[in-house]
């Protein structure tokens, strides 16, 4: 009778510990599993979301295209559909000069630059027959701008299929990282293609700006290809202003523009005071100006060059002032803090020009950057 | 893009953290009647079931797929025209056509040249200072 009643609460006990052993084996198969397959789960999960970066990144580059050849009809009005051009371009591919043998490469490097400048230009005119120097610009602008979304496109999405191909962590793990950087970049060029598109001034024109309220109001000559420069009284100085010719998209040749300046006076300069746009760091604010010594000016290092060395000849002291802003408003149209900051630039420039130079002296002020929706 | 259309996470997957997920909510109700039958409280099934939900949700959470938003923010322009002679001064929205510096008429307060003296975009803050 006691063996009777105990039965059932026996087999329930029993009954119990058998399911839970199953479930802790279960759970303990589910981890094994885990732990073999963790990485390519890890993997599947970064592919997921290069995959969902690579969406955006094709619908950024096809709107870049897209702008760009309807921009190219509305202002061009061209003969012919410039759809297969505008695809060609976007392909375009700059091949640098080499470096096995460093010795003349700056000059090699300028005239494939040059060439580089010229045959898009070129192929803009022929699409756009009835814009303006202006216009085909800013064109320019936009078609460069639509070419690094496509090349950027093209980076990730090689690294991601080539990450699908060889499921290999670390191959996929590279572009995961710095996606987010990459992302931010694309998104900066795609808020330039509308800037690009309506001529709006850009940040990097800061340095331009500064440049173009100088000389406001003075008489300009060109110095070189696509740049301008004015003598300006500015504290008892005589100061050259340069910038490039707006209100085009250009970047100019400030370097070459500096040269000549130097070499018509001698070397008879007390300071060369250079104005750009810089990248701030985390934390920074935009629009903030700094001040340092060296040759500001960005790009693949030919006016740099130019600059330096014409101005290590005649012993020129180099000051630069720095507005900085971040990678989106570098290439976006300018924001409100880049135009305070392009005030307070004014008012260091004024400040270096007093304390370093004296009345008589002959400065250069050259304003760096594209100049686009900005003119003189 | 590229060689044929991009392939989504292989079934396998999502049906191991599926799995996962049903097993660990039946660990939860098996340590649940224990508690109510017993009185005693299964710590080690509590604590694995718990653990095992936590990461099967985010794991399916990660793999969801996200709306892509593909539309570009529209920004705000503004040109800010001012006369050369007085401090008259007036902003509007930026129209095709704008540069700076060019001239925009005559100044009806004293006759003199307006001019466009800047052009920017509003930026909304979205980060607020941390102080650092």
């Not at chain 2, 080690?44 to 794991?59: D, F, G, P």
Request: hydrophobic share 45%; aromatic share 6%.
């Amino acid at each position: 009778m006691f063996t009777e009643n105990l039965a059932p609460n026996i087999q329930q006990p029993l009954t119990q510990d058998v399911m839970s052993w199953i479930f802790q084996l279960i759970w303990i198969l589910a981890f094994i599993i885990i732990w073999i397959y963790g990485q390519r789960i890890q993997t599947a999960l970064m592919l997921r979301e290069i995959e969902g970066s690579l969406f955006k990144l094709k619908a950024m580059r096809d709107k870049g295209r897209q702008i760009a050849i309807s921009t190219i009809k509305e202002i061009g009005k061209p003969t012919e559909d410039p759809t297969a051009r505008v695809d060609r371009l976007l392909e375009h591919v700059d091949i640098g000069p080499v470096s096995l043998d460093p010795t003349g490469i700056i000059r090699r490097l300028e005239h494939i630059i040059n060439v580089r400048d010229f045959r898009l230009k070129d192929e803009i005119r022929h699409m756009a027959p009835q814009a303006d120097e202006t216009q085909i610009n800013n064109l320019t602008n936009l078609v460069e701008a639509a070419l690094a979304l496509n090349q950027i496109y093209k980076i990730v999405r090689h690294y991601y299929l080539m990450g699908k191909k060889t499921l290999s962590f670390y191959i996929i793990l590279q572009i995961q990282m710095i996606l987010p950087l990459i992302m931010r970049e694309s998104e900066a060029f795609a808020r330039a293609l509308k800037a690009f598109t309506l001529g709006q001034p850009i940040g990097d024109g800061a340095g331009a700006l500064v440049a173009a309220r100088l000389m406001h109001g003075k008489e300009k000559r060109l110095i070189a290809q696509d740049t301008v420069v004015s003598e300006v009284d500015i504290e008892g100085r005589k100061a050259y202003v340069i910038k490039a010719k707006g209100p085009g998209g250009n970047v100019g040749k400030p370097g070459e523009a500096i040269k000549q300046i130097l070499e018509e006076n001698e070397g008879k300069v007390a300071l060369i005071i250079i104005i750009d746009a810089a990248q701030k760091l985390e934390g920074e604010k935009p629009g903030e100006v700094v001040e340092g010594v060296g040759v500001a000016i960005g790009g693949p290092g030919v006016d740099k060059y130019k600059v330096e060395e014409v101005a290590a000849k005649y012993g020129v002291p180099l000051s630069a002032v720095l507005i900085k802003e971040g990678i989106e408003d570098v290439i976006s149209t300018m924001r409100k803090e880049i135009v305070d900051g392009v005030e307070e630039s004014i008012k260091r420039i004024k400040r270096l020009i007093r304390e370093n130079t004296k009345e008589g002296d002959t400065v250069i002020i050259a304003g760096i950057g594209n100049t686009i929706g900005i003119a003189q | 893009m590229g060689e044929g259309k991009a392939r989504r996470i292989s079934i396998f997957f999502i049906t191991v953290i599926l799995v996962m997920l049903v097993m660990s909510l039946v660990a939860l109700m098996l340590a649940v009647e224990t508690y109510v039958t017993q009185g005693n409280i299964d710590v080690m099934n509590t604590i694995l079931s718990v653990s095992t939900i936590a990461l099967s949700i985010y794991l399916l959470f990660q793999m969801r797929k996200r709306t892509l938003s593909l539309d570009f923010e529209a920004l705000k322009v503004l040109t800010v025209i001012q006369c050369t002679k007085c401090n008259y001064r007036n902003v509007k929205d930026f129209e095709k056509g704008d540069y700076i510096l060019k001239e925009v008429g005559s100044c009806p307060k004293c006759d003199g040249t307006l001019l466009i003296y800047s052009i920017f975009r509003e930026v909304k803050e979205k980060e607020k200072s941390t102080g650092i």
